[in-house]
């Protein structure tokens, strides 16, 4: 079972930032946070992870709260593109390990 | 384009036929996982291979095998096909940084 949960779906102006949170608050010390997007039926994209920093890409920042047990994936200027599936993941820092997907988040750009 | 290559985009086959799918993980990456996409189960790891040895297996039937090969592409064999596995089939492949990135998937439609 995934160990995260997410906001079934969520809208958002084109243009403004969108924010997806993400619980999980039964995240171990050695885990990390992996966030996917997934755009009709188009094989998941990666956009992020982090341990415990906030990190930033070309694509999104992640933002996760210190005591660890949520975060935030902000898109910081949302566009038509960016309709997808979002999937909050954690997992193992140490070995190859597989993905547990679970339902994500439906974020929907709307102009 | 995440540099894993799918063949076949789409596959249509009649129940009871066996199917091959191919995956082409990108260049230097040692493990290839495989999943599943339905529409009522989401997306789940099927198997994983490691430099040519399986490493970890998840929702797989019987009916299905995988292997990967000396030069690293995979293969999954669907045999014994029903409805029930009409799916879109995804592989990932990694390095041992462990970040996995998504083909565009095989879509098997079973008839």
């Known amino acids: 079972d995934a160990k995260t949960t997410q906001p079934t779906s969520m809208d958002c102006a084109e243009g403004r930032a969108a924010n997806l949170p993400c619980n999980h608050s039964?995240?171990?010390?050695?885990?990390?946070v992996y966030w996917y997007r997934q755009i009709h039926s188009q094989g998941p994209q990666y956009i992020i992870h982090?341990?415990?920093n906030n990190e930033t890409n070309e694509m999104a920042s992640l933002i996760i709260t210190e005591d660890r047990k949520s975060s935030t994936l902000i898109l910081p200027h949302a566009t038509l593109r960016d309709t997808a599936v979002y999937y909050c993941?954690?997992?193992?820092?140490?070995?190859?390990?597989?993905?547990?997907f679970g339902k994500g988040t439906r974020l929907s750009v709307i102009a | 384009d995440s540099g894993v290559t799918q063949t076949p985009k789409h596959l249509i086959t009649a129940t009871g036929q066996r199917v091959t799918l191919r995956c082409s993980p990108r260049?230097?990456?040692?493990?290839v996982y495989w999943y599943q996409q339905s529409l009522d189960q989401g997306l789940q790891f099927l198997i994983q291979?490691?430099?040519?040895?399986?490493?970890a297996k998840g929702n797989i039937l019987e009916r299905f095998s995988a292997q990967q090969f000396p030069d690293l592409h995979s293969e999954l064999n669907l045999s014994s096909l029903e409805l029930g596995d009409s799916a879109l089939y995804f592989c990932?492949?990694?390095?041992?940084?462990?970040?996995?990135?998504f083909g565009p998937g095989t879509r098997l439609l079973v008839l």
């Open positions: 993941i954690v997992r193992p820092a140490s070995g190859n390990t597989p993905l547990v």
């Open positions: 039964t995240i171990s010390g050695n885990e990390y």
């Open positions: 982090g341990l415990k």
């Open positions: 260049s230097g990456d040692l493990s």
């Open positions: 291979y490691y430099n040519g040895e399986e490493r």
């Open positions: 990932a492949s990694a390095t041992n940084q462990e970040t996995q990135y």
